[in-house]
């Protein structure tokens, strides 16, 4: 029997957790047995009761039943990188050598994620990394988070406006709808396109594919052409590739009329593993209207718009700039509930004849498998040493 365990997430902010009570019993069905911390859905809407109903073994959290859970643990399925070993209380520290880690590891740089792996011989999919294939659809973390992000940001937006989004047609007369500008049609930016026009909002869109169009239109929004030149970012197996300077200015130049015209602007550019392209600099954030809004998903990368911080609204010259870095977590029950399916997806494919089987050279896990019993297969994502660190 596959031992899985999912403990209560602890990194600040955190409200989602990995498994729900509905995935439990899809799990169980798969003849797993599930090991529940207690409390960990509590900031979910998940009660402790509902998951023991749906079959898992709830565990505290603290003390040495924790260690003994973590010690015989064949799969810990996380939202993040679970922290640090507490005293007696278990922790990746704690998990026995070839036990799999299956999470938003945030791998890109994390030298001593890697150093962990390494050091208790651990097997661990990133799940940022998983392809985008057929096969992965129903697996595809950052998509279903994405959705939820790229909504959320609109009423973000739409609460910090000094205006309405609608047209109002009233007694005192006609009041326009709002114009909103969104950078990046990926699924946050369809998803902020769609939420937005449901709102009456009349909705921009502009994005390095041209391609992108025809998802844009069918949205009933309007598509900003990208620069027409010979070198242009497109994309690499689903994911956007980094821009360079040159396009990267004369999309900025193509950005100013229409960034002058707009009440809100959200941006959600991302290159996997490297910073965000700054889309909005702060000259350009002065060609929007006082009052106006800017929401920022990509901060968490350094951010689309200049001066926007993590978690934190800052007023420039009048524009509110909202730094959102982890929208998902404030719909956790949704968030939760959608991520957990993802997970179970993933670990059924993994299962095979009741067991648990890791083949590296699987499509699905060969980009995502981050280490495999202790071996890191992803070279690429340690950070750049310089001549001084390799000599030290």
């Not at 990995?18 to 809407?45: D, M």
């Not at 999470?103 to 962990?116: A, F, V, W």
């Not at 047209?167 to 326009?176: D, E, K, R, S, W």
């Amino acid at each position: 029997m596959i031992r899985v365990l999912v403990p209560r997430e602890r990194q600040s902010g955190e409200t989602r957790v990995a498994a729900t009570p509905e995935t439990v019993k899809r799990l169980r069905g798969r003849g797993c047995a599930v090991w529940l911390e207690r409390q960990a859905g509590l900031r979910s809407g998940y009660a402790d009761e509902a998951y023991a109903e749906a079959g898992a073994e709830l565990f505290h959290g603290e003390g040495p039943e924790a260690a003994e859970r973590w010690a015989e643990a064949d799969v810990v399925l996380a939202v993040q990188t679970p922290a640090g070993a507490e005293a007696g209380s278990g922790g990746l520290e704690a998990l026995r050598p070839e036990a799999l880690l299956l999470g938003l590891l945030n791998p890109h740089g994390d030298d001593s994620l890697i150093e962990r792996l390494e050091r208790q011989r651990l097997s661990a999919v990133a799940l940022e990394l998983l392809p985008r294939i057929s096969r992965a659809q129903a697996m595809d973390v950052l998509s279903s988070q994405a959705n939820i992000a790229g909504y959320k940001a609109v009423l973000l937006a739409a609460a910090a406006l000094d205006r309405f989004f609608p047209m109002l047609m009233t007694a005192a007369g006609t009041v326009q709808p709002a114009r909103v500008v969104v950078l990046g049609a990926g699924v946050a930016g369809l998803q902020a396109v769609a939420t937005a026009r449901r709102l009456g909002a009349l909705v921009k869109v502009s994005d390095v594919r041209p391609a992108a169009r025809e998802q844009v239109e069918s949205l009933g929004a309007r598509f900003i052409e990208p620069p027409r030149l010979e070198e242009s970012p497109g994309e690499v197996g689903g994911y956007a590739r980094e821009a360079g300077a040159v396009f990267l200015e004369a999309q900025r130049q193509l950005l100013a009329p229409h960034l002058a015209e707009a009440d809100v602007v959200i941006t959600t550019a991302q290159v996997p593993g490297r910073p965000a392209p700054l889309l909005i600099t702060r000259e350009m954030l002065g060609l929007l209207r006082p009052g106006a809004v800017v929401v920022d998903l990509a901060v968490g990368q350094g951010g689309n718009c200049a001066g926007s911080r993590s978690d934190a609204t800052v007023d420039v010259d009048g524009v509110t700039v909202i730094g959102a870095g982890n929208l998902p977590a404030s719909l956790p029950q949704h968030a939760s509930a959608l991520y957990a399916r993802n997970l179970a997806a993933l670990l059924e494919a993994l299962i095979q004849e009741g067991e648990l089987r890791l083949d590296p050279e699987d499509p699905l896990l060969n980009p995502c498998l981050l280490s495999h019993a202790g071996v890191c297969r992803r070279d690429d994502l340690r950070p750049a040493r310089t001549g001084q660190e390799v000599a030290a």
